[in-house]
């Protein structure tokens, strides 16, 4: 980041709860009530679930009806179903927006505020929850000594403050589990400590640092015209995507966390990590979603972006130059109240088409069932279990050699 000038004298905040800068004793009494947050019980739905994840289904069931389930199940419970999961609307699994909304309705005497951005990503014990690499990248990492599906119970169990790429990231690993139990599961998803990473980059294969891509790209192909893959029944059947809001979403919900929405797509429905709301959408229901979300009323977390804005109206951040945030809180304020109608969302549909171009592959299931059924042939014969990544890496480079052999042969033909 990097300024263009020096700031003028600072402008006059707002009387407005998310300025205001905590005491001492707050900030103690705020530390305590998130440590007593982190170690209350699951309940005893989430107890159930969580055991039923430990036994996974039988092997003959290994199929993509049954890894569907895992996502389904999963989706639910983080969204419409989550009073049956959870005390408390704290626990489980929150966007930063919801958990600081939730907080300081829950927390009035010590809320946090805009000087408390670190306490919006939550994390339990064994997880860190940061930005990384000069504060540009945000990762999520196990570092527990517990096997890493006790991790994973832990990271359910919350409160942990997510974004929708590390959700999509997060409930095929869950599905995984879903379909193999925990003793398989520890056996072929084994790291060291700190390898185990969700970040914002679903699309991307993992980079040695750790801290950009997906640990499950080798699972991921890109869809390539249907002729190609004919006969394959997993082409288009699990497909990973991003869909964009509106290009001046930001300018409206500078503090919002739906200026896109990634998503796991099976059969053509849409399952997305919304709390507390439907989390299982068709086309038409997502696409109205996004809308009502560019024209949803600007809230505390945008009044708070505003704020900060107009704190350092010169200050010039490289993902918005060469607008200075003075020009960026002046869009905001020219935007309040705005809504999009119908004919003016259609007519951005292929600006938003553009902005996603290259954000969607197809997760091969066919080549998770052979990688599973190997680690599950070794597990049962006593043998050392290999990861399954290293097997989905070896079958990925397998298969685009043959589509090469099979392209080529057509041409020759």
Aim: net charge negative.
């Amino acid at each position: 980041m990097a300024s263009s000038s020096e700031d003028p004298s600072p402008v006059e905040i707002p009387s407005l709860p998310f300025m205001r800068q905590l005491t001492a004793l707050e900030e103690e009494e705020r530390a305590h009530a998130l440590a007593e947050l982190q170690i209350s019980p699951a309940s005893q739905g989430l107890k159930t679930y969580l055991k039923d994840l430990r036994t996974g289904c039988d092997h003959a069931r290994w199929n993509v009806e049954t890894f569907t389930e895992g996502v389904k199940t999963l989706a639910n419970l983080c969204g419409p179903n989550r009073v049956e999961y959870y005390d408390m609307p704290l626990k489980g699994l929150n966007y930063p927006t919801t958990f600081t909304q939730l907080w300081n309705e829950a927390y009035p005497r010590y809320p946090i505020t805009l000087w408390n951005q670190n306490v919006r990503r939550q994390c339990p014990a064994g997880w860190t929850n940061t930005l990384e690499d000069k504060d540009t990248r945000w990762v999520i990492r196990y570092i527990g000594d517990k096997p890493l599906s006790q991790g994973l119970n832990d990271f359910l169990r919350g409160p942990t403050t997510l974004d929708c790429g590390m959700f999509c990231q997060f409930v095929l690993w869950m599905a995984i589990r879903y379909l193999v139990g925990d003793d398989l599961f520890d056996a072929s998803c084994e790291f060291g400590k700190g390898e185990f990473a969700l970040t914002q980059a679903w699309d991307l294969p993992m980079e040695s640092a750790g801290n950009l891509g997906n640990l499950l790209h080798p699972f991921y192909d890109l869809p390539l015209p249907g002729d190609v893959f004919s006969g394959l029944s997993h082409q288009k059947r699990i497909i990973t995507k991003t869909l964009y809001n509106h290009p001046t979403y930001l300018s409206k919900h500078p503090g919002g966390m739906g200026q896109l929405q990634n998503v796991t797509q099976i059969d053509g429905s849409n399952y997305i990590f919304q709390p507390f709301a439907p989390s299982i959408l068709s086309d038409i229901e997502l696409d109205d979603m996004l809308l009502r979300s560019y024209n949803s009323c600007q809230d505390l977390a945008d009044l708070e972006k505003l704020a900060a804005y107009n704190m350092r109206p010169s200050f010039v951040h490289e993902h918005f130059a060469p607008k200075s945030y003075g020009d960026l809180a002046q869009e905001v304020e020219k935007s309040y109240g705005h809504e999009l109608s119908r004919a003016e969302w259609e007519d951005g549909h292929s600006e938003r088409e553009h902005n996603a171009a290259g954000l969607c592959l197809v997760f091969n299931f066919e080549r998770l069932q052979l990688c599973l059924s190997k680690a599950f042939d070794q597990h049962r014969s006593g043998l050392n279990v290999e990861n399954i990544l290293l097997e989905a890496n070896r079958l990925k480079w397998e298969s685009k050699r043959l589509i090469v052999d099979g392209l080529m042969a057509r041409l020759l033909a």
